[in-house]
């Protein structure tokens, strides 16, 4: 059974502070892709990442940078120097390599909130 | 732009309507899905279609059933709306076998309230 686990249910940080969401994940599988959405308060949620299990590069987007790290099973995102544009719940979630439908196991979110 | 498209952003319904939540996704994608938000318990699968036609339940279909009569379309009913119903619905599309490289697309989430 495939689970993620977002340990940080909300945050609160003030702008320009540097934020770390972090994610966990649980899979038998030995290809899979781990992704994070953002969810604004319009409420649709909008790709960041995309991450297969072979490529353990970090990746640097802007503000954005994500840590994925299979020793440890996590996939931790962060945001430098944030700002309240950055305020949404973001999730974290985990796609088997194969099979026809590839249904996608979420955590439950982590909400942050940059204060001004 | 691809797009899903829910029709409702917010719906208001009785106890005991029968209530219908549209989706129509335009990227000609096979695989369509219906989660509901609430907080704390992320989302969760409803239903999923994998083809015209056919449907699959997810992790919580008790109270609601889909229809997929057309590729581009994906309704979930709810047969006789309950006030623990009341949530976020969130429609989603991918394409079949490379949901892994795309992820899913979603559309914009109906919220609705069920008095």
């Known amino acids: 059974a495939q689970k993620v686990t977002q340990a940080q249910t909300e945050i609160s940080v003030v702008e320009k502070e540097d934020v770390t969401l972090d994610c966990v994940y649980e899979t038998r599988d030995t290809t899979y892709y781990l992704f994070w959405y953002k969810q604004p308060p319009s409420g649709e949620l909008v790709f960041l990442i995309r991450r297969n299990s072979f490529d353990e590069q970090n990746e640097i987007s802007g503000r954005y940078s994500w840590n994925f790290q299979k020793s440890t099973s996590s996939f931790n995102f962060t945001i430098t120097a944030s700002q309240v544009v950055d305020s949404a719940v973001y999730f974290c979630a985990l796609i088997r390599g194969s099979g026809g439908y590839q249904k996608v196991t979420f955590g439950t979110g982590t909400k942050l909130q940059v204060i001004p | 732009d691809v797009k899903v498209t829910q029709s409702s952003r917010y719906l208001v319904k009785r106890t005991g309507e029968k209530v219908f939540l549209e989706c129509v996704q335009d990227m000609d994608h096979e695989n369509m899905f219906w989660y509901r938000q609430d907080p704390g318990l992320g989302l969760r699968l409803i239903y999923f279609s994998y083809d015209v036609k056919m449907k699959e339940k997810g992790d919580i279909p008790e109270g609601y059933s889909v229809s997929r009569e057309k590729k581009e379309r994906f309704s979930l009913i709810l047969e006789s709306a309950s006030t623990n119903q009341t949530s976020m619905y969130l429609c989603?599309?991918?394409?079949?076998?490379?949901?892994?490289?795309?992820?899913?697309?979603f559309g914009s989430g109906t919220r609705l309230t069920v008095v």
């Open positions: 989603a599309s991918s394409p079949t076998g490379t949901a892994g490289n795309y992820g899913y697309t």
